[in-house]
C-alpha cells in the first residue's frame, strides 16, 4: 500500500505505553478540522485546474483527499468529466489510475458511457483491469465478458501471462460469489502444519469488505490462543479499502492468501498514528527465504506457494490472490490501527471503522477533546504478540462467505472446533 500524500507531519505530542497513556495531537477535533478544511479547500482549487504535468501533483493529492473524506459533488464530477476523462489519453500513468480509482471510489455509475468508450483503447493491464470492474459492477452477463476477452486479445496480447490480466481473465470466467461456493473446508486450512511450525494468524472476512471481520492467532503447537477463562483471543480487522477494488489491484481490499510477518515496526504516517504494526509482505516482494522464515523449498514461485497450503486448498483460485497481487508487483500491506476521522464514513457498513489503502485497520478511539487514546485493538494486539514473544509469522486473509453482516467471534470458535 502507497500513502501517497499522508507526508503531513504529525503534529505536537504523544506519548506511549497502555491506551491510557497514548496521546496524539492529530486526534484532536481542532487539528481534524483544520485538515478536513485544507485538504477541501486544494480540491476546490484543484478541479479549476487542467490536469497536466504542471498540476498533476495537485491533482493526485486533491483525489486521495476525495477518496479519504468520501467528497462528491457535482463540480468534482464535472471536473472529472471534462478535466480529467475527456483528455485522458494526454494523462500520466499515475493520473489515469488515480483518476480511475478515485471514480471507481466514488462515483459507482455516473461515468459509464465515458468509461465504456475509453476501454477499447486501453492497452495497459491494470487499467484496463480497472475500467473492466468498473462497468462488471452493474453489468454481470455475458456481453461485458466477450467484449473484454475481445479487447485483451486486441490490444494486450502481449500480456497474456500477466497477473493482473490472469485474475482478470478469472473474474469474468466466474463471479466470486460462484468461486466462494467451491471454498474447500476450513478446518483443512486451520489445522494444516505451515512450514517451520510457525505462528499462524487468520483473518475471517466476509465477500463483502464493507463488513469487518476476525482475525485469531494458531501457536506453533497447533493451538489457539486463548485467554484464562478458555476465550479465543481475538481483535475485528477491516479488510476493506477505500476504493474497495479486488485484491490484485493497487491500493484494492486486502487480498485473500498467505502473507508473511517480518516484524513489529513504527511509522511516521499520520492517519496511521503512533501504535506499533505488523509489516507484512506479499510473495514476490521479498526472496522466498525471507518470506518463508528461513523454510527451504525445492521450488520457488507458483510451485513453492502450492506446497505451503494444504491439498484441498491447492487449487482454490480466491486463495492465490495475495500470490498474483505480490507478483503483480503490489507491495505495503500492514496491519495497523488509525487516526482516521471516522465521521467520514458514518453511512457506511463498517462505521465507525476506517476503511485504507489496502491494509487491515484495526479499531482505536480517540478522545478528541485531549487527543488521548480511549481503546485501541491495536494496541491489545501488539502487547499480545509481545506478551507471547511473537515477531513474524504468517498471516492468512480467507473470506468465508457471503453473509451481510459483520464476522462474530462465536462463528470462528465454531469453525475452529469444526
Given at each position: 500500500m502507497k500513502f501517497l500524500f499522508l507526508l503531513?507531519?504529525?503534529?505536537?505530542?504523544?506519548?506511549?505505553?497502555?491506551?491510557?497513556?497514548?496521546?496524539?495531537?492529530a486526534t484532536l477535533q481542532t487539528e481534524r478540522s483544520k485538515l478536513e478544511l485544507s485538504l477541501q479547500q486544494k480540491i476546490t482549487q484543484t478541479i479549476a485546474l487542467p490536469l497536466n504535468a504542471q498540476?498533476?501533483?495537485?491533482?493526485?493529492?486533491?483525489?486521495?483527499?476525495?477518496?479519504?473524506?468520501?467528497?462528491?459533488?457535482?463540480?468534482?464530477?464535472e471536473a472529472l468529466d471534462q478535466q480529467v476523462l475527456a483528455h485522458y489519453d494526454q494523462l500520466s500513468l499515475e493520473a489515469r489510475r488515480q483518476s480511475l480509482e478515485t471514480i471507481y471510489a466514488l462515483y459507482p455509475r455516473e461515468f459509464e458511457q465515458a468509461i465504456k468508450q475509453l476501454l477499447p483503447q486501453e492497452k495497459h493491464p491494470k487499467l484496463f483491469a480497472m475500467m473492466v470492474h468498473y462497468l462488471r459492477r452493474n453489468h454481470q452477463g455475458k456481453a461485458l465478458q466477450?467484449?473484454?476477452?475481445?479487447?485483451?486479445?486486441?490490444?494486450?496480447?502481449?500480456?497474456?501471462?500477466?497477473?493482473?490480466?490472469?485474475?482478470?481473465?478469472?473474474?469474468?470466467?466466474?463471479?466470486?460469489?460462484a468461486r466462494l461456493a467451491q471454498r474447500p473446508p476450513l478446518p483443512d486450512l486451520l489445522q494444516h502444519p505451515f512450514p517451520g511450525k510457525p505462528w499462524v494468524f487468520f483473518s475471517f472476512q466476509r465477500l463483502n469488505r464493507d463488513?469487518?471481520?476476525?482475525?485469531?492467532?494458531?501457536?506453533?503447537?497447533?493451538q489457539f490462543v486463548r485467554d484464562s477463562a478458555g476465550q479465543l483471543f481475538h481483535i475485528p480487522h477491516l479488510a476493506r479499502a477505500v476504493s474497495n477494488f479486488p485484491g490484485y489491484i493497487t491500493n484494492g481490499n486486502t487480498p485473500q492468501g498467505i502473507l508473511s510477518i517480518l516484524e513489529i515496526t513504527t511509522t511516521d504516517n499520520q492517519f496511521i498514528g503512533p501504535n506499533e504494526m505488523l509489516n507484512m509482505v506479499l510473495p514476490y516482494e521479498v526472496p522466498l527465504l525471507r518470506f518463508a522464515h528461513e523454510s527451504s523449498f525445492a521450488a520457488n514461485g507458483e510451485a513453492a506457494y502450492r506446497a505451503m497450503l494444504p491439498s484441498s486448498w491447492q487449487n482454490y483460485f480466491p486463495i492465490w490472490e495475495a500470490y498474483y497481487a505480490g507478483k503483480a508487483g503490489r507491495t505495503e500491506i500492514f496491519a495497523h490501527g488509525t487516526t482516521i476521522n471516522p465521521q467520514f464514513y458514518?453511512?457506511?457498513?463498517?462505521?465507525?471503522?476506517?476503511?485504507?489503502?489496502?491494509?487491515?485497520?484495526?479499531?482505536?478511539?480517540?478522545?478528541?477533546?485531549?487527543?488521548?487514546?480511549e481503546s485501541s485493538d491495536q494496541l491489545r494486539l501488539i502487547q499480545t504478540m509481545k506478551r507471547l514473544g511473537i515477531?513474524?509469522?504468517?498471516?492468512?486473509?480467507v473470506e468465508t462467505d457471503d453473509q451481510d453482516r459483520a464476522v462474530s467471534i462465536a462463528e470462528v470458535e465454531n469453525w475452529i472446533r469444526h
Open positions: 503531513i507531519s504529525c503534529l505536537g505530542f504523544l506519548t506511549l505505553g497502555h491506551s491510557q497513556s497514548v496521546q496524539y495531537a498540476n498533476e501533483a495537485a491533482w493526485l493529492e486533491a483525489f486521495w483527499a476525495m477518496e479519504l473524506m468520501q467528497v462528491k459533488n457535482k463540480a468534482i464530477e466477450k467484449q473484454a476477452n475481445a479487447y485483451l486479445l486486441q490490444n494486450l496480447a502481449q500480456y497474456a501471462d500477466h497477473p493482473i490480466v490472469y485474475c482478470l481473465k478469472k473474474d469474468l470466467e466466474q463471479s466470486r460469489r463488513y469487518p471481520g476476525q482475525t485469531v492467532i494458531r501457536q506453533p503447537n497447533g458514518s453511512s457506511a457498513a463498517y462505521y465507525p471503522n476506517t476503511p485504507s489503502l489496502g491494509c487491515l485497520t484495526a479499531s482505536e478511539v480517540w478522545n478528541p477533546q485531549n487527543g488521548q487514546l515477531s513474524h509469522g504468517y498471516f492468512i486473509v
